[in-house]
């Protein structure tokens, strides 16, 4: 028998490599264009708990403090390659606590 392989994702708060079942993903949205082909400037950065949700995902623990950390480093900031304005830090964590 096959045994399958278990992917593996790394916590932006603590650093640590664990399955991507016991991570939540934390999706920006893909910019959508207008008439000309110019993205828009505002980026729709939401908790997706099914990892289903189109965009560019990044990972954290199931905990706020892990939220915290990432946010204090600015890791959501890198791994999205945008500013991440303070508010959608407040919002991600309570879908965290709400949710999680």
């Given at each position: 028998m096959v045994k399958k392989k278990i992917p593996m994702r790394k916590?932006?708060?603590c650093g640590?490599?664990?399955p991507k079942k016991e991570l939540?993903?934390?999706?920006?949205a893909p910019q959508a264009k207008?008439?000309?082909?110019?993205?828009s400037e505002n980026t729709d950065i939401?908790?997706?708990?099914t990892g289903k949700k189109p965009g560019r995902g990044a990972y954290i623990c199931r905990n706020?403090?892990?939220l915290?950390?990432?946010?204090k480093a600015h890791r959501l900031?890198?791994?999205?390659?945008?500013?991440?304005?303070?508010?959608?830090?407040?919002?991600?964590?309570?879908?965290?606590?709400?949710?999680?």
């Open positions: 916590c932006l708060g640590e490599m664990k939540i993903r934390i999706v920006k207008d008439d000309n082909g110019t993205a939401s908790v997706d708990f706020a403090g892990c915290g950390l990432a946010a900031e890198r791994a999205f390659s945008c500013k991440i304005p303070e508010d959608v830090y407040e919002k991600l964590a309570k879908e965290l606590n709400e949710n999680g």
